[in-house]
């Protein structure tokens, strides 16, 4: 929907992404043509059933690709591992 009618969030304040990759081309989408509109990216492993992280977007320059997933939660830890499961940055 972002990608192909961005303008259908117009009168959406918050637009709540999910999933580990979300294509920063539709995000920017959403921002230039709604500008009131903040879009979240979030990530969550299934056992949290919604999300652990969150980064929130309000400025179509500023999203970066890939969009990461985001800081933790208040209250909340997150580490993020490499493929030998290493703590990364």
Same mark, same amino acid.
């Given at each position: 929907?972002? +990608? +192909?009618? %961005?303008? &259908?969030?117009?009168?959406?304040?918050?637009?709540? *992404? $999910? $999933?580990?990759?979300?294509? !920063? *081309?539709?995000?920017?989408?959403? @921002? +230039?043509? &709604?500008?009131? *509109?903040?879009?979240? =990216?979030?990530?969550? %492993?299934? +056992?949290?059933?919604?999300?652990?992280?969150?980064? %929130?977007? *309000?400025?179509?320059?500023?999203? %970066?690709?890939?969009?990461?997933? $985001?800081?933790? @939660?208040? $209250?909340?830890?997150?580490?993020?591992?490499?493929?030998? @499961? =290493?703590?990364? !940055?």
């Amino acid at each position: 929907m972002a +990608e +192909e009618e %961005p303008g &259908c969030f117009k009168n959406v304040r918050e637009v709540i *992404t $999910g $999933g580990d990759v979300i294509s !920063p *081309t539709a995000v920017r989408r959403v @921002l +230039e043509h &709604c500008p009131d *509109t903040v879009v979240r =990216s979030t990530y969550g %492993p299934t +056992e949290t059933t919604l999300f652990a992280t969150q980064a %929130p977007w *309000t400025v179509a320059d500023a999203v %970066p690709a890939p969009i990461p997933v $985001g800081r933790p @939660l208040d $209250g909340m830890r997150a580490y993020i591992l490499d493929d030998v @499961l =290493s703590l990364v !940055p």
